[in-house]
């Protein structure tokens, strides 16, 4: 089976110069977990939630007091508090920042004409779960870890029915 069987055509995109803000929004909207990210019509890389969650990286418990450990049950709380406002500051920061600050670059793709199981091969050796497909230089869509699944469990239908 090909990737083009069972890949999403046209997927939904984000310009490197967006916002995180404003690709943040479309993942929630189109619930995905991962966007494409073109600069024009040029594919430079690939956006995902774990790219964006972090961006609110603030550290433990804040190390900005340490009292004598009598007084701990007043210190947790001023640390944590003091920590709440650090996660406070990355949250109004992140809206701001634009997508090819925190995107992963270069985007890896595969073929249309692949079969599933290298686009499986090169998900399982990188650690992804989704790739853009390209052909001729143009992105043409996107093949998800559910995709190969669903994508091999109807091969495997088509199979069983044959030999009925």
């Known amino acids: 089976m090909k990737v083009r069987e069972i890949m999403t055509p046209d997927p939904v995109t984000v310009q490197a110069d967006d916002t995180v803000r404003h690709a943040a929004s479309l993942l929630r909207r189109h619930d995905i977990s991962g966007l494409p990210v073109l600069d024009g019509n040029e594919l430079v890389g690939m956006v995902t939630e774990a790219d964006i969650l972090s961006l609110l990286k603030t550290g433990g ?71 853009p497909v390209v052909e001729k230089k143009r992105l043409i869509g996107i093949v998800a870890r559910r995709d190969i699944v669903q994508g091999l469990g109807a091969s495997y239908d088509m199979k069983e029915e044959k030999e009925e």
């Open 61 to 131: 418990v804040s190390e900005d007091l340490w009292l004598p450990s009598p007084l701990e049950f007043i210190e947790v709380p001023i640390r944590e508090m003091i920590n709440w406002e650090k996660t406070k500051k990355a949250l109004s920061d992140v809206g701001k920042t634009k997508v090819r600050q925190v995107m992963s670059m270069p985007a890896i793709t595969v073929g249309p004409e692949d079969d599933i199981e290298k686009a499986a091969a090169v998900m399982l050796k990188e650690g992804i779960a989704r790739l």
